[in-house]
């Protein structure tokens, strides 16, 4: 079955700068599917980026970006410019290309300080 | 906002009574997924439907039915409740079933079982 691992409970980051959140997954199919999703205090899930596995490009929207290591299986996403509303949890997600049952991370608590 | 809605946002009951969460997907939604967010077991996928058919099983519990109406709506129906089912239920939605569909979420239920 696959698993994702999301190493750090909890990052923190100072307003402005960078920081990388790190995601692992344990697969052997080849085709599928990995996501970030933001969950603020609202409890609301929000998707921040995806990526599919058979592009090598990594995806970017705006200040989040992800590096996506396929033989290593690995799927970390970085923010920039880190702002006090990117404050929340951050789930990483997979799905596998042949069904729809997505497999969270335990999740990382991000903390921005002003 | 997503364009997904769930009610009731809250709901509080006592052991051994069954509740019924509802979620409406975005408009021209025809999928509609279930999750179960709890401290224990982290963010897990419980059931898919597909234009009113069951589409995909996770880990759902028989205690645990779904069912999604000719209207597009779904109900969430939770029976002989137990303390451990105290929990944050989303809904999300896509518009069709291919799984490189990106899911939109609802803001969820929180219910508490005492």
């Known amino acids: 079955a696959q698993t994702v691992t999301q190493s750090q409970p909890e990052m923190s980051v100072q307003e402005a700068e960078t920081v990388t959140l790190s995601c692992t997954y344990d697969?052997?199919?080849?085709?599928?599917?990995l996501f970030w999703y933001k969950q603020p205090p609202s409890r609301q899930m929000i998707l921040v980026i995806r990526?599919?596995?058979?592009?090598?490009q990594n995806a970017t929207e705006n200040r989040f970006s992800v590096n996506f290591q396929k033989a290593a299986k690995s799927f970390s996403l970085k923010i920039s410019d880190s702002q006090l509303g990117d404050a929340a949890m951050y789930f990483c997600?997979?799905?596998?290309?042949?069904?729809?049952?997505?497999?969270f991370g335990a999740g990382t608590r991000l903390t921005v300080k002003p | 906002d997503s364009g997904v809605t769930q009610t009731p946002k809250h709901l509080i009951t006592a052991t051994g009574q069954r509740v019924t969460l509802r979620c409406s997907p975005r408009?021209?939604?025809?999928?509609v997924y279930w999750y179960q967010q709890s401290l224990d077991q982290g963010l897990q996928f419980l059931i898919q439907?597909?234009?009113?058919?069951?589409?995909a099983k996770g880990n759902i519990l028989e205690r645990f039915s779904a069912q999604q109406f000719p209207d597009l709506h779904s109900e969430l129906n939770l029976s002989s409740l137990e303390l451990g089912d105290s929990a944050l239920y989303f809904c999300?939605?896509?518009?069709?079933?291919?799984?490189?569909?990106?899911?939109?979420f609802g803001p969820g239920t929180r219910l508490l079982v005492l």
């Open positions: 997600a997979y799905r596998s290309a042949g069904n729809n049952d997505m497999r």
């Open positions: 439907y597909y234009n009113g058919e069951e589409r």
């Open positions: 999300a939605s896509s518009p069709r079933v291919n799984v490189q569909e990106t899911q939109y």
């Open positions: 990526q599919e596995a058979y592009k090598q």
């Open positions: 408009s021209g939604d025809l999928s």
């Open positions: 697969t052997s199919e080849s085709d599928y599917y």
